[in-house]
């Protein structure tokens, strides 16, 4: 099997043919030119829609086919999933502890930034700590 065929009409799953080419074992367009009712993953979320455990159908291609996307249908899209009320405080409560100091007293909040991961302190304790550092060496 040849990576890629010449353009010819390929033959969608739906059974509409368009122009393009076959690419691995499936039809390929140019960037641009996918048929209507296919989407890349990224149009689906845009959509509010997953692809729900459907396959690529298609691909389109730039960059001289190094650079490709998948195409699903939009018909067999379904809803994403909208997280329930426990995921959404269990990620609140993950990120206000990413943003708490736990040398600072009374567990100061930093406002800027997340704590880094390794030392897990704050950019101000941790100057602290460098400076008790030199005048101890």
Do not use: N
Request: with cysteine; glycine share 10%; charged share 25%.
């Amino acid at each position: 099997m040849s990576r890629r065929t010449a353009l010819q009409w390929v033959e969608l799953p739906d059974g509409r043919c368009e122009l393009g080419w076959i690419d691995h074992g499936l039809p390929t367009f140019r960037f641009g030119h996918a048929p209507s009712g296919l989407a890349t993953r990224r149009q689906l979320r845009e959509a509010g829609l997953c692809p729900g455990g459907q396959g690529i159908v298609a691909q389109i291609t730039w960059k001289r086919g190094r650079r490709w996307a998948g195409l699903y249908r939009m018909d067999l899209a379904k809803p994403k999933r909208r997280p329930s009320l426990g995921q959404q405080l269990a990620v609140c409560k993950a990120l206000r502890a990413r943003r708490t100091c736990p040398t600072c007293p009374a567990g100061q909040r930093v406002k800027d930034y997340y704590l880094p991961t390794s030392p897990r302190r704050c950019f101000d304790c941790l100057r602290h700590a460098e400076e008790i550092a030199q005048l101890a060496a």
